[in-house]
């Protein structure tokens, strides 16, 4: 019996620094730029994730620069699909007045404030858990019929993924965290 196999990697370290001190309206700016931006170049690539890239039957990438260049990088070519739907979730910034925080920090207290229901004019969490479903669906349909798939997106919507997966008979059969080149593995018996 053949095996559906989807692997999704988290990108590479940025090269933006996150060692700023920010207000809710200049974190907002700096998430523009670390969305615009690319990977630290000549960064080293895990063997797994690049052996997984190596074996890939497709190679699907977000439209983001440093999932791109991450995908470059683990696989030494362009990726065979680029999705808008594989872009980062919102990270809207609550208004806090002057209050400063380094980007960490803003994306922990965006995050919460996201997932509790408020999306600042941004794509709402519902929006966000409705595209990871899609997503889900074209990654299976490109997983049929015992190919493996190597996905590059982003640490929160990768979460959502593996959620999406599992709520589908996905059985996440190997994971290592959510850092910079993380990955999981997502396995079923192909139909």
Not at 32 to 56: F, H, N, S
Not at 103 to 115: A, D, E
Not at 127 to 146: I, P, T, V, W
């Amino acid at each position: 019996m053949n095996t559906d196999v989807i692997i999704i990697v988290r990108h590479g370290k940025p090269a933006l620094s996150k060692r700023v001190m920010l207000t809710w309206h200049e974190f907002r700016d700096w998430w523009q730029k670390y969305d615009a931006g690319g990977i630290i170049p000549d960064q080293k690539v895990p063997k797994k994730i690049r052996a997984y890239a190596a074996q890939a039957d497709i190679i699907i990438s977000s439209p983001l620069p440093r999932a791109i260049e991450s995908t470059i990088a683990a696989s030494g070519k362009h990726p065979d699909l680029i999705d808008h739907d594989l872009v980062e979730a919102a990270l809207p910034s609550p208004n806090m007045g002057p209050l400063k925080m380094g980007p960490k920090g803003w994306g922990t207290l965006s995050r919460v404030v996201w997932y509790v229901g408020w999306s600042g004019g941004m794509e709402s969490h519902s929006d966000a858990r409705a595209r990871a479903e899609r997503m889900c669906d074209k990654l299976a349909d490109q997983a049929a019929g015992g190919k493996m798939v190597f996905v590059t997106a982003h640490g929160w919507f990768n979460r959502m993924l593996k959620g999406s997966l599992k709520g589908r008979g996905w059985k996440c059969v190997k994971q290592n965290g959510d850092l910079h080149w993380s990955h999981r593995r997502f396995e079923r018996p192909s139909t």
